[in-house]
C-alpha cells in the first residue's frame, strides 16, 4: 500500500516531502520523516557535551551532574564545539578492566574517534541505513557546523518496527535494553563511588558487571 502510494506520489511530481506530510502514518512515511523528530536524547536534554580535554573521571562526573541517558557521552573540541569524540559504558568498563588508573588520562586518548554521524538535515531512512550497515547503536546527529545537536538510540528505530527482524523479537529486544542500560547506568555509579572511596576490588566488580561485553 505505501510502495503503491509512493509510486503514484511521484508520477504526480510528488516529493518525498509531501508524501511524508500526507502519510505519516506507514512505514514509509516514518521513514521519511526528519531525523531531528526522533531525537529523545537532545544536547541540554540528557545528552550532555563534555570537552575532550577532561579526563575520563572528570568527564563522567561532569556528565552525571548534568544528567546523561545510559549508553554514551559525546565529546567536542572546546572552541568549536565540533564532535571529536564517543565514549561508551562499554569503553569505561574496558578501560577499568584494564588498568583503573587510565580514569585520570584525558578521555581523547581512550575515546572512539571522528565517530560516524548524521547530519541534522538527514531522514530518518538514513539513520537506519547507517544502523543497517555500520551495526552502530548510538548515531551522534551533528548541525552543518559539525556540532552535536542529539544522540540518536537505535532502539527508536526498533520502537518504530523500522529496525526489526520481526514484531516480537523487536519488542523483546526493547524492554531488555532498556532495562539493562539502567541497570549498567546504576552499576558505573557504584564503581566510580567506590574508586573514590579507594576500594579498587568493589569499584571492578560494579564496573565489569556494568556493560554487556558486546559493547
Same mark, same amino acid.
Given at each position: 500500500?505505501?510502495?503503491?502510494?509512493?509510486?503514484?506520489?511521484?508520477?504526480?511530481?510528488?516529493?518525498?516531502?509531501?508524501?511524508?506530510?500526507?502519510?505519516?502514518?506507514?512505514?514509509?512515511?516514518?521513514?521519511?520523516?526528519?531525523?531531528?523528530?526522533?531525537?529523545?536524547?537532545?544536547?541540554? =536534554?540528557?545528552? !550532555?557535551?563534555?570537552?575532550?580535554?577532561?579526563?575520563?573521571?572528570?568527564?563522567?562526573?561532569?556528565?552525571?551532574?548534568?544528567?546523561?541517558?545510559?549508553?554514551?557521552?559525546?565529546?567536542?573540541?572546546?572552541?568549536?564545539?565540533?564532535?571529536?569524540?564517543?565514549?561508551?559504558?562499554?569503553?569505561?568498563?574496558?578501560?577499568?578492566?584494564?588498568?583503573?588508573?587510565? +580514569?585520570?588520562?584525558?578521555?581523547?586518548?581512550?575515546?572512539?574517534? =571522528?565517530?560516524?554521524?548524521?547530519?541534522?538535515?538527514?531522514?530518518?531512512?538514513?539513520?537506519?541505513?547507517?544502523?543497517?550497515?555500520?551495526?552502530?547503536?548510538?548515531?551522534?546527529?551533528?548541525?552543518?557546523?559539525?556540532?552535536?545537536?542529539?544522540? +540518536?538510540?537505535?532502539?527508536?528505530?526498533?520502537?518504530?518496527? +523500522?529496525?526489526?527482524?520481526?514484531?516480537?523479537?523487536?519488542?523483546?529486544?526493547?524492554?531488555?535494553?532498556?532495562?539493562?542500560?539502567?541497570?549498567?547506568?546504576?552499576?558505573?555509579?557504584?564503581?566510580?563511588?567506590?574508586?573514590?572511596?579507594?576500594?579498587?576490588?568493589?569499584?571492578?566488580?560494579?564496573?565489569?558487571?556494568?556493560? !554487556?561485553?558486546?559493547?
Amino acid at each position: 500500500g505505501d510502495a503503491l502510494a509512493l509510486a503514484v506520489a511521484r508520477r504526480r511530481n510528488f516529493t518525498d516531502e509531501d508524501f511524508a506530510k500526507r502519510h505519516p502514518g506507514g512505514a514509509l512515511g516514518g521513514l521519511l520523516r526528519p531525523v531531528t523528530e526522533m531525537l529523545r536524547f537532545r544536547v541540554g =536534554q540528557k545528552c !550532555p557535551l563534555i570537552p575532550q580535554t577532561l579526563s575520563v573521571r572528570e568527564s563522567l562526573e561532569r556528565a552525571a551532574e548534568i544528567g546523561r541517558r545510559p549508553g554514551a557521552i559525546l565529546l567536542i573540541e572546546p572552541g568549536s564545539g565540533k564532535l571529536t569524540g564517543i565514549f561508551t559504558d562499554g569503553d569505561l568498563r574496558r578501560l577499568i578492566l584494564r588498568d583503573a588508573a587510565e +580514569l585520570e588520562k584525558p578521555i581523547e586518548r581512550v575515546m572512539t574517534k =571522528q565517530p560516524r554521524s548524521i547530519p541534522s538535515s538527514a531522514l530518518v531512512r538514513d539513520a537506519v541505513r547507517m544502523f543497517r550497515e555500520c551495526r552502530q547503536d548510538e548515531i551522534p546527529v551533528v548541525d552543518e557546523g559539525g556540532r552535536p545537536v542529539g544522540i +540518536l538510540d537505535v532502539q527508536d528505530l526498533v520502537a518504530m518496527r +523500522l529496525v526489526r527482524d520481526s514484531v516480537a523479537k523487536a519488542r523483546t529486544e526493547l524492554l531488555v535494553v532498556e532495562r539493562t542500560r539502567t541497570n549498567a547506568a546504576a552499576r558505573i555509579e557504584l564503581g566510580l563511588e567506590a574508586l573514590a572511596n579507594g576500594n579498587l576490588k568493589d569499584a571492578r566488580a560494579q564496573l565489569e558487571a556494568a556493560a !554487556p561485553r558486546s559493547r
